[in-house]
């Protein structure tokens, strides 16, 4: 079983940055695959950005997110991040961090209970 417990959402307003932080347990952390997702009312949960547990391969965004946010993982932490820079109102949902602990992205097992992030207009 592994733990995940987001943290970092806020208000801010349009044009604002945010960092989101996610705390995984697990003595294999550093093999696991890692994704943001979020979802807006009334729609469905969709990726944002997800990173592999190899730094051979780039991240994936999000096109509507590209050039502003960032994943990165700090695996002697068990932490894995998203710098969200301009922040836009299209962008407010509750933000999900998720785990594969096969490290290969595709299903992801283990959910935080999500942090709330609002842009203002």
């Known amino acids: 079983q592994v733990q995940v417990v987001e943290s970092g959402g806020g208000l801010v307003q349009a044009g604002g940055s945010l960092r989101l932080s996610c705390a995984a347990s697990?003595?294999?952390?550093?093999?696991?695959?890692m994704g943001w997702f979020r979802q807006a009312p009334g729609k469905e949960r969709t990726v944002v950005a997800a990173?592999?547990?190899?730094?051979?391969?780039?991240?994936h965004y999000e096109d509507s997110v590209k050039g502003r946010f960032t994943i990165s993982r700090d695996n002697a932490n068990n932490t894995v991040y998203l710098q969200m820079n301009s922040l836009k109102p299209e962008d407010t949902a509750v933000y999900y961090c998720?785990?594969?602990?096969?490290?290969?992205?595709?299903?992801?097992?283990?959910w935080g209970q999500g942090t709330q992030v609002t842009v203002s207009s």
């Open positions: 998720a785990v594969d602990p096969r490290g290969l992205g595709t299903q992801y097992d283990y």
């Open positions: 697990g003595r294999t952390f550093s093999t696991y695959a």
């Open positions: 990173i592999g547990w190899s730094g051979n391969n780039p991240p």
